[in-house]
């Protein structure tokens, strides 16, 4: 059994975790509209793996029979300056839901809770992956600048994800 407070922050987090589906989604419609079809993949991608992250929540509150809300989510925005602009709040983004993480496995530290502990190792790890790929690709769009190859081929190189 978990807390009430433990069980109403992962169902914050639930929600936290579908709002990041739909930040991707609004981040490859833009993509979409202004030809970058290879972040536009990544983005699409990305969102179906936001909603990995809620659903594998919604899954361990089952598991220990406590109560699933499913939330309301806002329209997220579709307007961005330029792809570095895209990575760059993807990367702000993944790091205020490291810290939220964090703050998951510091209430069940508080709470004595080992079998929520252990479940959220799995998220710690994966906000270590989420961060290096977001800030890899700032990196990369950085040291191009401008450049209208430099931006195709990085463009062109998410088409593979
Ligand atoms: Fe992007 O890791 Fe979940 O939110």
Redesign the pocket.
């Given at each position: 059994m978990i807390t009430a407070r433990m069980e109403k922050e992962i169902n914050a987090q639930i929600k936290?975790?579908f709002e990041?589906a739909f930040i991707y989604m609004g981040m490859a419609a833009w993509a979409h509209k202004n030809g970058y079809f290879g972040t536009e993949n990544f983005m699409w991608k990305q969102a179906k793996e936001?909603e990995g992250?809620a659903l594998k929540l919604i899954d361990y509150l089952k598991d220990v029979d406590a109560t699933v809300e499913i939330p309301g989510i806002e329209k997220p925005t579709t307007g961005y300056k330029s792809i570095l602009d895209v990575f760059e709040k993807g990367l702000e983004h993944?790091k205020h839901?490291t810290s939220r993480i964090n703050n998951l496995v510091t209430i069940s530290d508080e709470d004595g809770d080992y079998a929520t502990n252990d479940f959220l190792q799995w998220y710690v790890s994966?906000?270590v992956e989420?961060e290096k790929t977001f800030r890899n690709i700032v990196k990369r769009l950085k040291m191009v600048g401008d450049h209208v190859n430099g931006i195709f081929m990085i463009d062109s190189k998410l088409e593979e994800r």
């Open positions: 936290a975790e990041s936001e992250h993944e839901i994966e906000q989420e």
